[in-house]
């Protein structure tokens, strides 16, 4: 059985920064795309991020892009979503999700729909 476990969610204040991480087991880790999807109170689920299997094709959604960073440590089974210069829109709960049909010379996926794999999301928080 796969599961992900999200960490490092917490409270901090606009302008600041926070690292969430993503430890995955039970299945093969280096083989799945891995991502990162947030939902706000009252908003649908968002694509963040995506990876593909040795991090060589990166995916953002605009609002991200140049403050928030996907990396992944296969050798540790864990994804990372580094978040800088974080804004007060940026709250939300953050989950990770992997992609086991991911293969390389496909597209890397931004769809919820795409992912097979959900973990139970990590609270962030960013205050004014």
């Known amino acids: 059985q796969v599961q992900l476990i999200e960490s490092g969610g917490g409270l901090v204040q606009a302008g600041g920064s926070l690292r969430v991480s993503c430890a995955v087991s039970g299945g093969t880790f280096g083989r799945y795309a891995m991502g990162w999807f947030r939902q706000a109170p009252g908003k649908e689920r968002e694509f963040v991020a995506s990876?593909?299997?040795?991090?060589?094709?990166?995916n953002y959604v605009d609002s991200v892009k140049g403050r928030f960073t996907i990396s992944r440590d296969n050798a540790k089974n864990t994804v990372y979503l580094q978040m800088n210069s974080l804004k007060i829109e940026d709250t939300a709960v953050y989950y990770c999700a992997a992609d086991r049909d991911f293969h390389p010379g496909s597209q890397l996926p931004t769809s919820a729909l795409a992912f097979d794999y959900w973990g139970q999301g990590t609270q962030v928080t960013v205050s004014s």
């Open positions: 990876i593909s299997w040795a991090g060589g094709i990166i």
